[in-house]
C-alpha cells in the first residue's frame, strides 16, 4: 500500500506562485501514473495535472496550461505540481493519486480527465489547502 503525503499549500496572492508536493512512501513512483485533482467548494473534482512513468508524458488542463509545471524527483521519490501565476479560481484543497501500472496502462490525460470513481486510484494523500486571495 502507497502512502501519499501532499503538503505546500497556503496561502497566496493572485500572480503569487506555490509548489505542491507530494511524497510516495511503500513504493517506488517509477511503476505509476501520478495525478494533481482539486476540489473546490460547489465543483466537482478535476483533474489539473498528471504524469506518466511510463514514458514521461504529462497532461496540463486547459485553463492552467502555461501557469502549472508537474515534475517527478525520481531519488525522492516526490512528484511535485509548479503553480505560477496563481488566480483565484485555483482555490481549492489539492490532492495528489495514483494508479498502478500493473493493473493496466492508462496515459496521463486519461488519468486526468476520465471521471473514475476515488476508488479506481490506488491512494489518495490527505490534500492540501490552496487559496489565492489578496
Known amino acids: 500500500q502507497v502512502q501519499l503525503v501532499e503538503s505546500g499549500g497556503g496561502l497566496v496572492q493572485p500572480g503569487g506562485s506555490l509548489r505542491l508536493s507530494c511524497a510516495a512512501s511503500?513504493?517506488?513512483?517509477?511503476?505509476?501514473?501520478i495525478g494533481w485533482f482539486r476540489q473546490a467548494p460547489g465543483k466537482e473534482r478535476e483533474g489539473v495535472s498528471c504524469?506518466?512513468?511510463?514514458?514521461?508524458?504529462?497532461y496540463l488542463t486547459d485553463s492552467v496550461k502555461g501557469r502549472f509545471t508537474i515534475s517527478r524527483d525520481n531519488a525522492k521519490n516526490t512528484v511535485y505540481l509548479h503553480m505560477n501565476s496563481l488566480k483565484p479560481e485555483d482555490t481549492a484543497v489539492y490532492y495528489c493519486?495514483?494508479?498502478?501500472?500493473?493493473?493496466?496502462?492508462?496515459?496521463?490525460?486519461?488519468?486526468?480527465?476520465?471521471?473514475?470513481?476515488?476508488?479506481?486510484?490506488?491512494?489518495w494523500g490527505q490534500g492540501t489547502q490552496v487559496t489565492v486571495s489578496s
Open positions: 504524469i506518466s512513468s511510463r514514458d514521461g508524458s504529462t
Open positions: 511503500g513504493v517506488t513512483l517509477d511503476t505509476y501514473v
Open positions: 493519486a495514483v494508479r498502478d501500472l500493473s493493473l493496466g496502462i492508462i496515459t496521463a490525460p486519461a488519468m486526468c480527465t476520465i471521471h473514475f470513481p476515488p476508488n479506481f486510484f490506488g491512494s
